[in-house]
């Protein structure tokens, strides 16, 4: 099982990313998959989430209106389009992995893209 995350990197205030993270090992149209991220000195946090399908998804108050997760089913891959990006956004993020149906409760994650909002 791999999950790649890619697309980090340091952008200025106000600026946009886009985080990919690609799945292989298993099979990706069971899980649910999310990003979370980690700032120096705090606990890892909740980003977003989307279904399965695609048809549902969930983003933390904080991202709201800046964030947008998304998933192409067909390369196995999920993604994290950044808007309007803050200092606070600077954290390491992290794709993972949640097992619907036959897989539910089993996670996987990936290891992390940093991402720097600096002037």
């Known amino acids: 099982v791999q999950l790649v995350e890619s697309g980090g990197g340091l952008v200025q205030p106000g600026g946009s990313l886009r985080l990919s993270c690609a799945a292989s090992?298993?099979?990706?149209?069971?899980?649910?998959m999310s990003w979370y991220r980690q700032a120096p000195g705090k606990e890892r946090e909740f980003v977003a989430r989307?279904?399965?399908?695609?048809?549902?998804?969930t983003r933390a108050d904080s991202v709201k209106g800046r964030f947008t997760i998304s998933r192409d089913n067909a390369r196995n891959t999920v993604y994290l389009q950044m808007s309007s990006l803050k200092f606070e956004d600077t954290a390491v993020y992290y794709c993972?992995?949640?097992?619907?149906?036959?897989?539910?409760?089993?996670?996987?994650w990936g290891q992390g893209t940093q991402v720097t909002v600096s002037s």
């Open positions: 993972k992995a949640e097992g619907r149906l036959d897989d539910y409760g089993i996670e996987y």
């Open positions: 090992g298993f099979t990706f149209s069971r899980y649910y």
């Open positions: 989307i279904s399965s399908d695609g048809a549902r998804a």
